[in-house]
């Protein structure tokens, strides 16, 4: 009778040593955050060509 005791004590403990898994952790990518740029800033190029362009037609 003891041995059937420390026989099912020790597969008890063994069993709870196995418990977790092989698997990777899963690791969550950081988040980016991206600031957002004005909105006049792509209107300023075609603005200054077209003062040029106007310049250039005024002294025509």
């Known amino acids: 009778m003891k041995k059937l005791v420390l026989a099912a004590a020790l597969t ?33 190029l075609p603005l200054i060509l077209l003062a040029l362009v106007a310049a250039a037609v005024a002294t025509d």
């Open 12 to 44: 008890a403990a063994a069993s709870t040593a196995y418990a977790g898994s092989l698997a990777d952790p899963i690791i969550e990518a950081p988040v980016i955050v991206e600031e957002a740029s004005g909105s006049s800033g792509g209107i300023v």
